[in-house]
């Protein structure tokens, strides 16, 4: 099998990373040559265009920052469409909206090609290592064809259901965990305000009812001073809104969502775009003149656990 990674951002370098870790013969492209750099040194071949890596390649993977740029890299001049072919399979792993996979999807069937929405979840540290989650949404054949490559890619690999329906899950993941987030650091600036070590914080909270894995991760760069998670509030602004999007279609009527939405707004007026995520917590600092630090946490989130195989992970049976 040969594969096709086109996006080598922050999370699809360390994927593809995994890709030539694993042996596997990767044809690799972005928008900046110097990001497949490295991967390049380590056996990746680099291809010119999307459609140059799509003719090489018998699996295509996009990791890209929005749907739109996804669906010029699929349709564009030079893109995937122009060098398709019956047999081919489209993995698209970036966060999108489940109406841009399907439509894509769509095109390409009619092609032959078949497609796959797997946007992973687990936070850069565990793309790194091959320990990231991911959700599959496909028919059924499909997941059983590319599965032994999720294996490769990630650790625990769920199959969600149709195509579009990961994306629907990676959205709404991505949702809590800016709720998370959010609550992360108004727990800290008021436990601050009311003078409890945060040192000590932390850790009562990370045994406690109100312990995520966003407080077990960003809690800890925000401690540190770093504030860096390798996720910048303007990805954090598009997930939300496309969560927020799907409840309107549905006519959910939520309240937490546009209040997120309204305070993220706010931290990119103040902070910019490229932010790290974990820095909106410089909005309570300002406001309240506190520094929420505590010595002793690490400027950075590494994965300490070896490469595992990946496993298939499904609904439980007794449920």
């Not at 996979?101 to 936070?123: I, M």
């Not at 959700?135 to 149709?162: E, S």
């Not at 579009?164 to 990676?170: E, F, N, P, V, Y």
Request: with cysteine; proline share 4%.
């Amino acid at each position: 099998m040969v594969v096709g990674f086109i996006g080598l951002g922050n999370v699809g370098q360390k994927l593809a990373n995994t890709l030539v870790r694993n042996k596997i013969k990767c044809y690799v492209h972005d928008l900046h040559y110097k990001n497949a750099s490295d991967l390049i040194e380590r056996g990746a071949i680099w291809a010119k265009t999307p459609v140059a890596l799509t003719k090489k390649c018998d699996v295509i993977i996009t990791c890209l920052p929005s749907p739109k740029i996804s669906a010029e890299v699929v349709e564009g001049e030079n893109g995937i469409l122009s060098g398709i072919c019956s047999g081919k399979t489209w993995i698209e792993m970036s966060t999108s909206e489940a109406s841009e996979v399907k439509r894509l999807g769509e095109t390409l069937q009619k092609y032959g090609v078949h497609s796959a929405d797997c946007p992973v979840s687990g936070g850069c540290h565990k793309a790194e290592t091959g320990n990231i989650s991911i959700f599959a949404g496909c028919d059924r054949p499909v997941f059983d064809k590319i599965k032994p490559l999720l294996f490769l890619l990630g650790h625990k690999v769920i199959h969600t259901g149709p195509l579009g329906s990961a994306s629907i899950l990676k959205v709404a993941t991505n949702y809590l965990a800016t709720t998370h987030l959010l609550a992360c650091c108004e727990a800290l600036t008021t436990l601050k305000a009311a003078e409890i070590d945060l040192g000590t914080a932390y850790e009562a909270i990370r045994i406690s009812s109100g312990n995520s894995f966003v407080h077990e991760t960003e809690s800890q760069v925000i401690l540190n001073g770093s504030r860096d998670i390798n996720f910048t509030l303007d990805l954090v602004l598009k997930d939300i809104c496309l969560f927020q999007k799907i409840a309107s279609d549905n006519k959910v009527p939520l309240e937490i969502s546009p209040l997120l939405i309204k305070i993220v707004q706010d931290g990119i007026r103040k902070l910019g775009d490229r932010a790290n995520s974990p820095s909106i917590i410089r909005r309570l600092e300002i406001l309240t003149g506190l520094n929420i630090l505590s010595p002793g946490f690490p400027e950075a989130i590494w994965d300490n656990e070896e490469e595992k195989p990946g496993i298939e992970v499904s609904r439980p049976k007794n449920l």
